[in-house]
């Protein structure tokens, strides 16, 4: 089946839902109606209205048909702030967090939500600043994605419920990717096709999913007792840029700084996709083909992996459905406000294509 298809007919019956083209309490058109609506399959239309159904949106009767669920009336609409410091023009069209706030943006819509978006500066000061424009009359609750100064963190949390995406501490909510166990698996999968040099590729980044993707990395090499540990950390200014170019870029420099002290390194493990394919332009750079003699995996899953040359084999992080879960924890945080916080674990699914192969020298 499509799945774009299937998202589309989804995203376009909310939007008549919405525009009250489909009146709540009224009857949904038959499966038949709307399949010529769309030009798609039944199948297609009844996972669009099954979805629909699951989320509360729609209710089926009986013997009567599909209809329109009433919403509560004289219910306050709530409005949810994501705060992240990446530009807008960073963050919507980033191919990670794009996902995360489509994830966040239907799930708010499903629940009756308003989400709005603030980004902010490395600036303390602008930080703070930004702090006096929240308020509980305006605001629900917070997601905050990608780190925040801890102090400020906490200072939020006295006054609102508050949810992490992609990074965790202690007394907070949060929902993660398994960082950690996800990098384990991605340099096992390396490991357990032959590779015994394995670098890791790493640059900094806000939060701390990178710092724990190189742990898992290392664990890795500790569970197949490889020895040999080769961590390259590419350096960057505070203020540098953090759009998904400048990540490649970075992994470019990184890998070029590996290729200077290769010592026979035949496998690498990135702490992105991002990374993953600046690195791949270094190694096609130099001549050294991918995976002939050199083998590479990334991690997030991002859309340019599938295109990348060869195709790039990573781990895929279920980003949709952690910006899902994130707009439910924070609902249910808000409905009771003193529930112990917890860490949402996402699992990665390691993605096989092309860029990973048996070390030449063990085919």
């Not at 020895?227 to 470019?252: H, P």
Request: charged content about 25%; hydrophobic content about 35%.
């Amino acid at each position: 089946m499509n799945n774009y298809l299937y998202l589309k007919v989804k995203k376009d019956l909310l939007r008549r839902i919405e525009s009250g083209e489909f009146s709540e309490g009224g009857l949904l058109p038959p499966e038949k109606e709307l399949c010529k609506l769309y030009k798609v399959s039944q199948i297609t239309v009844r996972r669009a209205v099954g979805e629909l159904t699951h989320e509360n949106i729609l209710v089926r009767q009986q013997g009567k048909g599909t209809f329109i669920r009433r919403r509560e009336t004289g219910a306050q609409v709530k409005t949810i702030l994501a705060l992240t410091p990446y530009a807008a023009n960073t963050f919507f069209y980033d191919e990670f967090y794009g996902p995360v706030w489509k994830g966040m943006e239907e799930e708010a819509n499903v629940s009756g939500c308003n989400l709005v978006f603030s980004s902010h500066s490395s600036s303390l000061k602008h930080k703070r600043d930004l702090l006096k424009t929240i308020n509980p009359e305006m605001h629900a609750g917070i997601i905050v994605i990608n780190e925040l100064d801890n102090q400020l963190l906490y200072e939020l949390k006295e006054k609102f419920p508050v949810v992490l995406v992609d990074y965790s501490l202690t007394d907070f909510f949060s929902v993660v990717s398994d960082n950690e166990g996800g990098a384990l698996e991605a340099t096992g999968h390396l490991a357990s096709l032959g590779h015994r040099k394995i670098a890791c590729l790493t640059i900094p980044a806000f939060g701390n999913s990178y710092p724990l993707r190189v742990a898992g990395y290392r664990k890795a090499l500790e569970s197949f007792s490889i020895k040999d540990d080769f961590v390259f950390r590419q350096e960057v200014k505070e203020s540098a840029d953090t759009s998904i170019n400048a990540r490649e870029k970075l992994g470019y420099t990184a890998c070029r700084k590996m290729l200077k002290n290769r010592k026979g390194i035949t496998g690498i493990f990135a702490v992105s996709d991002a990374v993953a394919i600046g690195a791949i332009e270094a190694l096609h750079e130099k001549k050294i083909r991918v995976p002939e003699e050199m083998s590479i995996i990334g991690f997030d899953g991002i859309y340019d992996s599938v295109h990348s040359d060869p195709p790039l084999t990573t781990m895929s992080v279920p980003k949709e459905k952690m910006g899902r879960i994130a707009i439910r924890t924070l609902l249910e945080n808000i409905n009771r406000r003193n529930a112990n916080p917890k860490e949402i674990i996402l699992s990665p699914q390691l993605v096989i294509r092309e860029s990973t192969a048996p070390p030449k020298r063990t085919r």
